[in-house]
C-alpha cells in the first residue's frame, strides 16, 4: 500500500491510474478506523480497481476545541488495517497541506440541507464537511466514493454537494455498522468511560422501541415518548431527537405515506456526543 503525504504526489499516482483507466474508489475518514469504515473500504476494493483511503482529522469541522484535541489518533493500527483489507493508497496530509496558512472553510449553500440537526447543533461544521471534501475530491477524483450512513446528514449534503458542483463521482451512502450490543460504531466510542460505554446501546434500543410506535402513536408523542426515555436516564442526555423526511431532512409534523421518514438523535455520553438514526416506516 502507498501511503502519500503530498497533494502533488498523489495527484500524479492518480493521473497515472486514470491513464491506465482503472476505476478510483475513495473513503474519506478522519482515522481511527474501526469495522465500519472497513465496511467502505471493502466494498470499494469490491467495486473499483484502485481505492484510496484518506486520513485527515479536518480541524474547520469541528465547533468544540477539546473534541478536536481529544479525536483518537491511531495511525499505526489504521495502516495495518487498510493493508489488510487490500486499500492501494492512503492519502495522510498534514493541516498546512491542505489549508496552508488559512485554516477556514468555504461557505456553502446545500439548499437548507445544512440547518437541521448537526447543522443547528455544530456551528459550520457542515461548511468545514464541504470544504474539506471538495478539496479531497479535486485531488483523488474518484469515480465513487462511499459514506457511511451513520453521518446520513453529511451523507445527503455531500451528494447536493457534488450535484451542485456538477462533479462527476457517485456518492456512495453504506449501512451502519453496529457493535453486537447495537451501538453504532464510532471512532468516538473508544473515548467513553466504561459506565457510558455500557449505557450507550440505550440509544438504538429506543429508536428501535421508537419506530415500533408509528402503528399507534403520532409524530409529537413519539418525540415526547423518546424524551422521556432519556429524561429517566442517568448517564445519557438527549441533544435532540427528530422524525424527519429523509430526502429534505425537513422535520416531519405527521407522516405522509408518500414519503419517507428517518429518526436522528443525537445524545451526549459523559462528554462524548454520539448519533445514530434509524428508517422509519410510515403510517
Ligand atoms: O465522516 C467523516 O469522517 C468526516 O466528516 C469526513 C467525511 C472524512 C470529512 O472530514
Redesign the pocket.
Known amino acids: 500500500m502507498k501511503i502519500f503525504t503530498s497533494k502533488s504526489d498523489l495527484k500524479s499516482y492518480i493521473s497515472s491510474k486514470k491513464e491506465e483507466k482503472k476505476k478510483i474508489g475513495f473513503v474519506?475518514?478522519?482515522g481511527a478506523l474501526h469495522q465500519g469504515h472497513m465496511s467502505l473500504v471493502k466494498k470499494s476494493v469490491k467495486k473499483n480497481d484502485v481505492t484510496v483511503v484518506?486520513i485527515?482529522v479536518?480541524p474547520t469541522?469541528f465547533d468544540n476545541k477539546e473534541d478536536l484535541v481529544k479525536y483518537p489518533k491511531t495511525f499505526e493500527e489504521d495502516v495495518k488495517l487498510l493493508e489488510s483489507g487490500s486499500c492501494d493508497a492512503v492519502f495522510v496530509p498534514s493541516v498546512d497541506e491542505i489549508y496552508g496558512e488559512n485554516v477556514i472553510s468555504e461557505r456553502f449553500d446545500f439548499d437548507g440541507l445544512e440547518h437541521q440537526m448537526e447543522g443547528k447543533f455544530r456551528d459550520g461544521h457542515f461548511d468545514?464537511?464541504g470544504t474539506?471534501?471538495k478539496a479531497?475530491f479535486k485531488i483523488v477524483q474518484p469515480d465513487v466514493a462511499y459514506?457511511?450512513k451513520k453521518?446520513f446528514q453529511?451523507l445527503q449534503i455531500?451528494k447536493k454537494m457534488v450535484e451542485k458542483l456538477k462533479m462527476p463521482i457517485k456518492v456512495k451512502g453504506m449501512p451502519i455498522f453496529r457493535e453486537e450490543d447495537g451501538l453504532a460504531m464510532s471512532?468516538r466510542n473508544t473515548r467513553l468511560t466504561p459506565a457510558h460505554r455500557e449505557a450507550a446501546p440505550f440509544i438504538h434500543k429506543t429508536l428501535k422501541k421508537a419506530r415500533k410506535k408509528t402503528g399507534t402513536k403520532n409524530v409529537k408523542e413519539i418525540i415526547e415518548w423518546v424524551e422521556n426515555q432519556f429524561k429517566k436516564h442517568p448517564l445519557l442526555e438527549l441533544e435532540y431527537f427528530i422524525i424527519a423526511d429523509e430526502k429534505t431532512l425537513q422535520t416531519a409534523e405527521s407522516f405522509n405515506a408518500t414519503k419517507r421518514y428517518r429518526a436522528f438523535i443525537a445524545v451526549f455520553a459523559g462528554e462524548i456526543r454520539l448519533i445514530d438514526n434509524v428508517r422509519f416506516k410510515n403510517n
Do not use: K, R
Open positions: 474519506p475518514t478522519m484518506s485527515f479536518n469541522q468545514g464537511v474539506i471534501v479531497l459514506f457511511g453521518d453529511q455531500i471512532s
